[in-house]
């Protein structure tokens, strides 16, 4: 996927979700772990050299796998490459579960399934559907079973 560096840029400077300076392990034979600020934007996960400005890195966590690999340490692989992992170690159990569930709640696909949850609720409630208004409620990427590529 092709990304306008300007805009990274741009969006790394965003206010975070979350952020946190942590140990992280890139998958590249013989990496080891690094403090990295890592910075979560959106659906992006940054990560910077603690004393730089600017990220050295971007994951779009999209169609992505979060796994807690131990108490205090927790990895994200891509499903196009399982094997590929990115390994973060916190400084506890509680700080890992905690960016376990703001990645999850990041991707776009999370979202998706959260609008449709809540325009079904809302919809059961008022008898309206609430993006009628909006002129997007036949779209097919706000339909339960189907999925925008």
Known sequence: MRYNERELLSLARQPAEKAAEILMRVPKKGSVLKKRLVKLVVNFL??????????????????????????????????EEPERKYCFECDSEEQCQEWIEALKRASYEFMRRSLIFYRNEIQKMTGKDPLEQYGISEEARFQLGTRKQ
């Open 46 to 79: 940054f990560y910077f050299r603690t004393d730089e400005a600017e990220p050295i890195g971007a994951l779009l966590l999209e169609h992505c796998r979060i796994t807690k690999e131990e108490e205090n340490v927790f990895s994200i692989s891509f499903i």
